[in-house]
């Protein structure tokens, strides 16, 4: 796709984009990073990682670092990790970024965001990817990576093409597990299984994963959730594995004791991610006439607890 | 029913048996508290109550105060004001202060206990009754009387009766408020409606009363969970007022930050009365075949949080 070193630009740089621009500029890809809060942090000091996969420090000198959209440079790629509460700036962030070839890929939480960016920049460009990681900003500039680090993506209209290998591989060789799925849609809500109910109950009840799945009562309503999910995603027609409640369990378990970004987020006073992680999954599950009597009930609650709307 | 002043017992003087046997006290009836945590300050102290209705004491030498079941005399009326979650001692405590005539009318939450009682004592001795009052215990003794103070009660079998009545008298000759329910199932689901809300949803986010309804999410919450209590108690048979959600929130809104008092046996510790407030409720509904999906997670929820249980 391009002879040169392409221009990767990395919106919305919170623990997810710190992370994954971190390990593309550390294995030598140009790699832009639009900061807010981290700026004055990630000029001076760079990135500093704490990771299980071995602790690195991305210096200032390897990577690019912005306030402002219009000083940086036209990209090859954009990688959306704004929180989706922000989704209303995606066409002020991105579309200075464009050229007529310019990829963006969503790493965003939840449902609708690919639909989004399709609207403002055209479907053709538009990628969407999961990001399977337990990563916590620790301080400015500061991550704590805990747990797995892989990517899932795919091409929002059809299957993938040479272009969804490309930017795969880049992921590849920096470290970072990256499949290609062949429908996107089947990736977002196998992911949706996990989030919903850890990140709903997580925030309604601030607790950690952990603590969550630690008594018999827990872990019959994080499967209780999990099994519709599982119901809405097969009735859209995306078949899900037969053992995945216990599989999503036993992983969560080797996480220990997680903050799900939603608790945090609660937590610091933050808009929860309602719409993304609970919404529309609710309005699709209806769509296929599915009763999701528990997602609706943690939407609600997300909604009473959620500080966007809180009294 | 008595030519001699009545022997009323009070089993489980929490901050509802505490103030309703220190009302009856304070006017001229021979009440008998079997106390354990607030024994000694009772004793010493009597009980000290701050109240809407005007502050009150009850010295020690217009009580009898034990802490031993066996020391107790003879009762002709025992009010038990027991946490639920202790209903495995209703034989062991009750037993002792019967004679033939002796009658049982439990004031405690939720659905069953009635049920519970007429099995060990027989149905014809027991009454039920739903205080109406927002009652705090704030330390050994002491009592905050914050707003209502009413009793409605009724006889398990049957309508009322004589003996209903001059028990009503009682209370009512003794500042407390009191109805005769010709139905008390009625009374119990009636009571429901605002229970399961407030006491669920409270214990399960740690909220007082008034954060619930803070929001327009919280309103509508809580309008749905009170309207499948109304739609559980209606297909029983149990007709409910057309605008009792409305009726409902008013009266909450006039209460303040008021914690129920699941919330707090939450934050003390206490085990929570699940079954007696959710899950009973929620085993009727199903056998009247009414969908009550919200009182459905609230259950869920409240086992997740509820001390007895969690880790």
């Not at 306030?67 to 929180?83: F, G």
């Not at 995603?233 to 037969?242: H, Q, R, T, V, Y």
């Not at 999503?248 to 929860?272: C, F, K, N, V, W």
């Amino acid at each position: 796709m391009h002879r040169r070193r392409p221009v990767i630009a990395i919106i919305g740089a919170g623990a997810v984009g710190g992370y994954y621009g971190a390990r593309l500029a550390q294995h030598g890809h140009d790699v832009h990073f639009l900061l807010r809060r981290d700026f004055d942090a990630v000029r001076e000091n760079g990135w500093t990682v704490r990771s299980h996969a071995g602790d690195f420090h991305m210096p200032p000198d390897r990577i690019d670092v912005h306030r402002d959209v219009q000083a940086m440079p036209r990209a090859d790629l954009v990688i959306v990790a704004l929180k989706t509460t922000a989704n209303d700036q995606l066409q002020s962030l991105i579309a200075p970024l464009r050229t007529n070839d310019t990829l963006i890929l969503t790493l965003q939480n939840g449902l609708g965001n690919e639909e989004r960016l399709a609207e403002l920049f055209g479907p053709d460009h538009i990628l969407g990817g999961m990001a399977f990681v337990c990563i916590n900003r620790t301080g400015p500039g500061a991550l704590h990576h805990i747990a797995e680090g892989s990517i899932r993506l795919g091409e929002f209209h059809g299957g993938p093409r040479p272009r969804t290998q490309e930017i795969a591989g880049w992921f590849q060789s920096s470290g970072v597990p990256c499949d290609v799925l062949n429908d996107l849609r089947w990736g977002r809500w196998a992911k949706l299984v996990w989030n919903v109910p850890f990140n709903g109950l997580g925030a309604v009840l601030d607790w950690t994963t952990d603590r969550l799945i630690a008594t018999e009562a827990g872990v019959q309503l994080v499967s209780a959730v999990m099994r519709e999910i599982i119901a809405a995603a097969e009735a859209l027609g995306l078949k899900m594995p037969p053992d995945m409640v216990e599989r999503q369990l036993a992983h969560t378990r080797a996480m220990g004791a997680y903050q799900t970004s939603m608790q945090i987020d609660r937590r610091e006073g933050r808009p929860l991610e309602v719409e993304a992680i609970l919404c529309e999954p609710l309005r699709q599950a209806r769509r296929a006439n599915v009763a999701t009597p528990h997602l609706h009930m943690l939407y609600e609650l997300a909604l009473l607890v959620d500080p966007a709307t809180a009294g």
